[in-house]
Nanobody, 125 residues
Framework: VQLQASGGGLVQAGGSLRLSCAASGRTSSSSARGWFRQAPGKEREFVAAMSWSGGSRYYGYSVKGRFTISRDNAKNTAYLQMNSLKPEDTAVYYC???????????????????WGQGTQVTVSS
């Protein structure tokens, strides 16, 4: 499985960006999809995740109410709509995919077997 993230860029504070993560290879729509980010000098941080059915969605505390995760299983693509961006949202954003199981913790990076290459998001003040 290969994941290709795109949509990053430079935006002013208060602006919006939409990230995409396309999966290819031996993909399955029956997988959890997640987004994480890592800023320079900081640990990787959970941003958002959702189950394959879309019935479960979780968000990191710092992005809740501003970011929305979604997916199109027909296209094997996950999205992250980011609104009201702040300079502290600046980071490399990584998408991830992992096979679901009954006790999966969608916020844990260890649950995800496949990772994209990352896309840079820079928010200027």
């Amino acid at each position: 499985v290969q994941l290709q993230a795109s949509g990053g860029g430079l935006v002013q504070a208060g602006g919006s960006l939409r990230l995409s993560c396309a999966a290819s290879g031996r993909t399955s729509s029956s997988s959890a999809r997640g987004w994480f980010r890592q800023a320079p000098g900081k640990e990787r941080e959970f941003v958002a995740a959702m189950s394959w059915s879309g019935g479960s969605r979780y968000y990191g505390y710092s992005v809740k109410g501003r970011f929305t995760i979604s997916r199109d299983n027909a296209k094997n693509t996950a999205y992250l709509q980011m609104n009201s961006l702040k300079p502290e949202d600046t980071a490399v954003y990584y998408c991830a995919a992992g096979y679901e199981h009954p006790t999966i913790n969608l916020a844990a990076p260890t649950e995800y077997a496949y990772w994209g290459q990352g896309t840079q998001v820079t928010v200027s003040s």
